[in-house]
């Protein structure tokens, strides 16, 4: 009945967007110099799950109809708007870029804080510790 609580669910995207966010902005600084690279961001997770949650449901067996195939990890789409553009046609700022990062450690860590204590409370309600 409880393969897997929501929560669960909504800790392993968040974590997984993270990683995906933090590949994007290691991409944005190995290029910083690169002539003509244009930064690479993804969208606010809000954004990213509300956009997957209004996706319709697929049905998976006869008897049910399923979630989706996995966490919600948008691709990287270019920047738009980029305040800042060098002579060489580069949009990578590097400071944006390492505030970026810190928002993403943060993030990841919330996501795994929550999947933690998620387990520990399903582990109590077990009598498990």
Known sequence: MFEKPEVLTIASSLAAHAAARQSAIARNVANADTPGYRAQDLPDFAEAYRADDAAPLRRTRAGHVGAGPGPVVPAAAERIGAST????????SLEAEMVKAAD???EHDLALAIYGKSLAILRASLGRR
């Open 85 to 92: 553009m060098s002579p060489n046609g580069n949009s990578v």
């Open 104 to 106: 993403v450690k943060r």
